[in-house]
């Protein structure tokens, strides 16, 4: 028995899987097909960025381009160029946009009634603050060079492309399209992939991120949870709601309850995604990093 | 040009060109493990060409979707397997209704007139009796005895301890015994 199972014959995948796969990677934006395009894309551009990038450091970087309207730099309205220095701030109006080249690494579309402001333009260190409005930004270069700062969060680049809004009051919402960010504030950290948002609040920092297909009801009550005080326990709501997918949502939420709610939202993890081998229960109850990060590596899949 | 590598020449070069989005790195890659993904996925789909093609392609576009997840502290065939399995699995949680399907004839075999009809007939009832397998015990005897793989492989392909790949096969082979009573084997 065991050498017939042993000698099973391999069988040739027909040509047309390939096919479909090229096709795949062709289309434009599906869900899951459009992120390997952009996956695929991004990480050619970065392999090209990055060597320019490289050789190419002491060149000027970023170098500002009119789309609409006309957007001011500093003081002045721009022409059709410009460039901005360290300290200076972009600002457009209801009816002006401009794009930004990040030094040589990435661009950054500023959207009408955003104010922002060229931070620092190092090598290692390509920071921009958000004060208000809308950037989208699309970075092909390694991990940690790009930073957004805004008052309730800094945006730190893991190679992707996002958007990040700031409203008046300095509220922030970042939806991730390609890759992975990290919301940073006062020693609290989201991780956000592609297809997943988290919102920002001034003086509370980054709350727990979500995927954009989660159900409705789990994201309200995300948002009670993350910024608000409520009477009803918004975990009653997150916790049945929660897909294997929001494992991403639940994985944060162990280190921002308490032990009894942890226990909680521990026991609604295991129904949906078991513990890796070696990694036990009391582990991730007291919160053991690298417990923690070994579960966190196994859930990617599924997100 | 499609550049053919042996498993052996799957290097952190080429999954680094993959990771950054070299398609040539990716077909190449996807031309060593083609076939073996396929047949996996079509005995694991009791011989639907159709599922299995379609779930080898998805198993690409995942592989390359969380290329930037693999860290080299593992075996790239183990992680490969990991989305072979996981999309099995899925594949089959989703069309539950579907699994077992009424007809569980070994499909098209494969043996040419040459070769022994006794031998061809054996196969082909070992495959019958793998595809009425559970879908957790099928798995475990696929990367066992179809591909090779050792315990502690398997047990980070499936996710579960080494303890756990032991009891499936225990039990797989008991089922396997069961079903081909009367055959050379019992």
């Known amino acids: ?303 | 040009l499609v550049v053919v590598l042996s498993e052996r020449e799957i290097s952190a070069g080429i999954v680094e060109a993959c990771r950054q989005g070299d398609r040539d790195a990716f077909r190449a890659l996807y031309e060593t493990y083609k076939d073996k993904v396929y047949s996996i996925t079509l005995y694991f789909f009791h011989g639907d060409s159709s599922t299995a093609a379609d779930a080898t392609q998805q198993v690409f576009l995942k592989l390359l979707r969380n290329m930037a997840q693999f860290r080299g502290d593992s075996e790239f065939s183990t992680w490969l397997y990991r989305f072979v399995v996981n999309t099995c699995l899925d594949w089959t949680r989703r069309k539950s209704a579907r699994e077992i399907p009424a007809d569980l004839r070994p499909f098209a075999a494969s043996y040419s007139q040459e070769q022994d009809f006794a031998r061809a007939q054996t196969g082909e009832s070992v495959q019958a009796a793998l595809s009425a397998l559970p879908p957790k015990f099928r798995m475990p005897v696929l990367l066992r005895y179809f591909e090779g793989l050792s315990y502690g492989e398997m047990g980070r392909a499936l996710n579960c301890s080494t303890g756990t790949v032991a009891s499936r096969l225990n039990r797989a082979h008991k089922i396997l015994a069961k079903k081909l009573a009367g055959l050379k084997y019992v």
């Open chain 1, 1 to 303: 028995m065991f050498d017939d199972l042993k000698n099973l014959p391999v069988r040739k995948a027909p040509d047309s899987v390939w096919s479909e796969i090229e096709s795949s990677l062709d289309r434009p934006r599906s869900r899951s097909t459009g992120f390997s395009l952009c996956l695929a894309a991004a990480a050619a551009l970065a392999a090209i960025a990055f060597f320019v990038y490289r050789y190419e450091a002491d060149k000027p970087r970023w170098q500002v381009v009119r789309l609409d309207g006309a957007p001011s730099i500093g003081a002045s309205k721009m022409g059709d160029s410009g460039r901005i220095a360290e300290g200076q701030w972009l600002e457009t109006d209801s009816t002006s946009r401009a794009q930004i080249s990040v030094g040589e690494i990435g661009t950054v579309q500023v959207e009408p009634n955003t104010r922002v402001r060229l931070v620092a333009a190092r090598p290692q260190e390509h920071r921009l603050s958000l004060a208000k409005g809308e950037i989208s930004a699309v970075v092909n270069a390694p991990p940690r060079l790009f930073f957004v700062d805004t008052t309730a969060s800094t945006a730190v680049d893991l190679g992707c492309a996002y958007t990040m809004k700031v409203d008046d009051s300095g509220s922030g919402l970042l939806q991730v399209t390609l890759g992975w960010v990290a919301l940073e504030w006062n020693g609290r950290e989201s991780m956000v992939p592609a297809g997943a948002s988290c919102r920002t609040r001034p003086k509370i920092g980054p709350g727990t991120p979500y995927f954009d297909d989660a159900p409705a009801e789990l994201k309200d009550a995300l948002s009670s949870f993350d910024f608000s005080v409520t009477k009803a326990d918004p975990l009653d709501t997150i916790l049945p709601a929660a897909r294997a997918r929001d494992t991403l949502t639940l994985w944060h939420l162990l280190s921002r309850t308490q032990r009894s709610d942890r226990d909680r939202v521990l026991d609604r993890m295991l129904a949906l995604a078991p513990l890796p081998e070696g990694v036990t229960r009391a582990q991730i109850l007291s919160l053991d990093r690298k417990a923690l990060d070994q579960w966190k590596d196994q859930l990617v899949f599924k997100w």
